[in-house]
Structures are given as C-alpha cells and as structure tokens.
C-alpha cells in the first residue's frame, strides 16, 4: 500500500472532500473562477493534481510572480490546497484526491522519477542498468528513485540472478478502478461552490473522467473542463 501522509493533513483531506450543504446563494460573492488565468490554473491543476509551482508555471507559460497571486486566491476560495513536499509546494484540488493517492501523485511529479515510471511501463522487467542506459542516470540515481517507487506500491522487484529487475504494480488500476464515490463527491461539491458563487454551472457532458461546464458570468458564457482521473497522465 502507498505511504500515507501526516494525520494533519488526512484530517483536512477528509474534511474537504464533504459536499456543501445547506447552501444559500450570497450576493455579490465574488469566485475566483470569474478570472480566465485561475480557471486555466484550475483546469491544469485537475488534470496535473500535485503539480509543483515550477511545472504550473512551465506548463501555462505563466511567469512565477503572477502564478502565485492566482494561486492564493484559488485557495482562498477553497478551491485549491497547498501542500509541501520535498521543500517545494504543490497544489491539488480540494476534494479530488483520496489521501491515500496524494503521496502517490507528488512522486510521480517529479520529473526524474515520473520518466523513470514510464519507461517501466513501456518495458517491464528492465533491470536497473538499462533503465540507467535509457533514462541516462547513474546507477545509485536510479536505484534511489526505484525504492520511492517501491515504497509507494508502484513498483515490484523480482530478484533474476544477479540482476533485479522492476515491474509496475495494479496499484494504479486499483485506485482507478475504486473512485466512483470520490468522484461522485468531487463533482457534488464543485457544482454546489459555483452555484453558491453566482455563476449557474450547466452541465455540458459528465462521464467518470471529465466534467464540462458552461459558466455565466454577466452576459459572458466561459466553458470549464474538468479532468476527474487524477492518474490519465500517468498511463500507458
């Protein structure tokens, strides 16, 4: 199973995965979303979940200065979370991750380990030196990065003479596979928040992987997509 993360941070996962209840509809409350650059954030942030502040702003080409004033107000309004990992911060949707796929998502986030994943995928039973040869790490990298892997549940190791050699896990098609209430609350909780904010969500297309909204903002209609697979970039 994944390593978990603190109980503080359990603790508030759980609290925010609760849909909104009792809701009344406040006037003159202003969403976030309202803004084109937080609604790009956002729809990045569903997509890439735990992304690190580096790799938003590469993948929106969105300079770091600006990047964090978006990202302060989408979590003052409780759309998105910060967490630290690795010195570094990362931020994910509020209510889309179960706790046990956050740590998961942060590995897989970083680059090195990311590309060394996705090499084993395409060729599992790679020993560690042609995964060196291919990735072009140095062998105590990619030990290093096989054993993060491995401690999370993602890899397993199968002793082959004097070699080892790495095979993924089902633990990504388990987790997968066991979303349907968490999405079903994700999608619950973000269409009561826009109602609350004023912005009427119609629903354009729902599936178990994707949300798509149409958002009314004065005379303006703006269209949200929302990946609800938090694992569709780390797939074969």
């Known amino acids: 199973m994944p390593q978990r993360m603190g109980k503080a941070l359990n603790k508030a996962l759980g609290k925010d995965i609760l849909p909104s ?4 509809k406040r ?16 729809t990045f942030l569903c997509k890439h ?16 200065h600006t990047l964090r004033w978006h990202l302060d107000k989408l979590r003052q309004g409780q ?53 060196g040869a291919r990735l072009n790490t140095a062998h105590q990298t990619t030990g290093k ?10 890899l397993e190791v199968v002793e082959d003479g004097r070699f080892r050699r790495y095979y993924p896990t089902a633990l990504l098609a388990t987790l997968s596979e066991g979303r349907s209430a968490r999405t079903r609350s994700f999608k619950e909780r ?13 629903v354009v297309r729902m599936t178990d992987l994707e949300l798509i909204l149409k958002l009314k903002m004065d005379r303006e209609v703006h269209t949200l997509i929302v990946s609800t697979d938090p694992f569709s970039e780390v797939r074969i």
């Open 190 to 202: 973000l269409l009561n928040k826009l109602k609350e904010e004023g912005l009427s969500p119609e």
């Open 49 to 64: 979940p735990g992304s690190y502040q580096g790799d938003i702003s590469s993948g929106l080409g969105m300079d770091m």
């Open 145 to 154: 990065h096989a054993k993060e892997l491995q401690v999370q549940g993602l």
């Open 21 to 24: 209840a009792g809701i009344k």
């Open 79 to 131: 759309y998105i979370f910060q967490v630290r990992s690795g010195g570094r911060c990362a931020f994910c949707p509020v209510g889309l991750l179960d706790p046990d796929e956050l740590p998961i998502l942060l590995l897989l986030n970083r680059s090195r380990t990311r590309a060394m994943f996705m090499e084993i995928l395409r060729s599992p039973g790679s020993t560690q030196k042609e995964l």
């Open 27 to 42: 006037r003159g409350l202003r969403s976030p979303l309202v803004n084109e650059r937080r609604r790009n954030i956002y």
